[in-house]
């Protein structure tokens, strides 16, 4: 379709392609419902690729991104917003463990404009000095604002409780002293380190055909070079964990909450798929184990379930919050006993035929049109293989009773839990 390009697989109308020069992958789905497309670059750099005195840096460069190139930059008037918001697009960016990513929203037939904005910055980022402390602010502002909500103090202390090694111990917004310190030296280093073609997959979806948009890209990023250096990440085996940890967040504000988590697999393991279904079982609907185990019996407020899909092995948790004048160690106790269950017996074929039906129809709701099927495309790569994308029902399905027996029996032991309480402090009036 396009000589600069060579084609790598397809699935449900998703064809992957490679550039012969620099190795940029591109994912292209082509879909007439709407006459919009998003484009959408994945780079392959999260928190997890920080090292300890650098956290935050991912999410530092996010921000930084915004401030443009020589091309593209406020201080011409053609900043990414300026430029492509006049063209109508919905645009920004996000962070995460294992991935950033830039996207625009916009008319099918700007198209081009993203493409040739996000490739001029993938390698023209200009880092001022200045630009540097007036994010640092920013940034400085919007850790404040996370720093008074309890449920998310709790949140980062479980996972750095959790982990003791690895990089997901630390938030992606950074620990405050790394955020204060990081120099604009810092964030070139870690820019050049990851910011390139190779290192990146780009998703193209919507109102659009195939070989030009390959021509597209290999207009605006077939110039750019590989990575000098193989992009390899940083790769941290967290050790086995010796036994249970815990620990308490006090301050503030209502109500207070209760987190159990537990070591679970990489992503793309098998075991993973079940302990997702697990915790649709767990927690969704009013027929769901947590939902008559706490909030039918009045326990608490609210609960919910997750099994996280990370390219390393992340954290399976519950988190629930106490219904007024109930004790934490009362809903811990009915949660454990909810999950013993599970470990002991099993769970039912009508159970799993339920969540099975969920998750078809979660597949539908978040697939509705070009930018959620990106967002879509987005995690799986950053779990590891955009094919999750395509065969999660299907992984799922195949998923037995056996399976989702013998995961719960093998993450959630004693030995690998961490459990986190947010207790309300007590302001006493003079």
């Known amino acids: 379709m396009h000589d600069a390009f060579e084609a790598i697989d397809e699935r449900s109308g998703i064809r992957e392609w490679r550039h012969r020069g620099n190795g940029l ?113 920013v940034i400085l502002n919007e850790l404040d604002r996370g720093e008074n909500e309890p449920v998310r103090r709790l949140h980062h202390a479980v996972w750095s409780q959790a982990f003791t090694v690895h990089p997901y111990r630390h938030p992606t917004i950074g620990w405050r002293s790394d955020v204060e310190a990081v120099t604009a030296d810092d964030l070139r280093g870690f820019y050049d380190e990851y910011y390139w073609p190779d290192n990146a997959v780009v998703s193209v979806v919507g109102d659009f ?54 070591k679970s697999p990489a992503g793309l393991d098998r075991r993973t798929d079940a302990l997702s279904l697990l ?16 909030i039918d019996s009045g326990l608490a407020l609210n609960q919910s379930a997750y099994a996280g899909r990370f390219r390393d092995p ?34 039912s074929e009508a159970e799993r035929a339920r969540a099975l039906r969920q998750l078809e129809a979660d597949e539908a709701y978040t697939r509705d049109g070009p930018f959620a099927v990106a967002g879509r495309l987005n995690e799986a790569v950053a779990t590891g293989d955009w094919r999750l994308y395509v065969d999660w029902a299907r992984r799922a399905a195949s998923i037995g009773l056996d399976e989702i027996r013998d995961a719960a029996r093998e993450v959630l032991t004693e030995a690998g839990e961490t459990v986190g309480w947010f207790e309300p402090s007590v302001t006493v009036s003079a």
């Open 25 to 137: 992958r591109a994912l292209l789905l082509p879909d007439r419902t709407v006459p919009a497309a998003t484009f959408m670059v994945t780079y392959l750099v999260g928190s997890r690729d920080e090292p300890t005195g650098l956290t935050g840096a991912t999410h530092f460069l996010e921000h930084l991104m915004f401030k443009g190139t020589e091309r593209f930059g406020k201080h011409r008037g053609t900043s990414v917003f300026q430029v492509l918001q006049r063209l109508g697009a919905q645009v920004n960016a996000t962070t995460w463990l294992d991935r950033t990513n830039y996207y625009a929203l916009l008319p099918a037939e700007h198209l081009e404009r993203a493409v040739e904005i996000e490739a001029d910055r993938m390698r023209g980022l200009v880092l001022h000095p200045d630009a540097v402390e007036s994010e640092r602010t």
């Open 209 to 262: 055909d195939p070989g030009p948009a390959l021509e597209l890209l290999h207009r605006h990023f077939g110039a750019i070079p590989a990575a000098p250096v193989p992009v390899r990440g940083r790769r941290v085996v967290e050790p086995p964990q010796p036994g249970p940890r815990r620990v308490t967040v006090r301050m503030q504000g209502e109500p207070g909450a209760v987190i159990l988590a537990w």
């Open 279 to 294: 915790a649709m079982i767990l927690s969704r609907g009013k027929h769901a184990r947590l939902y008559k185990a706490l």
């Open 314 to 347: 992340g954290l399976f948790q519950v988190v629930t919050m106490p219904a007024p004048g109930r004790a934490h160690e009362a809903v811990e106790a009915a949660v454990r006993e909810a999950l013993d269950l599970v470990a002991r017996q099993g769970v």
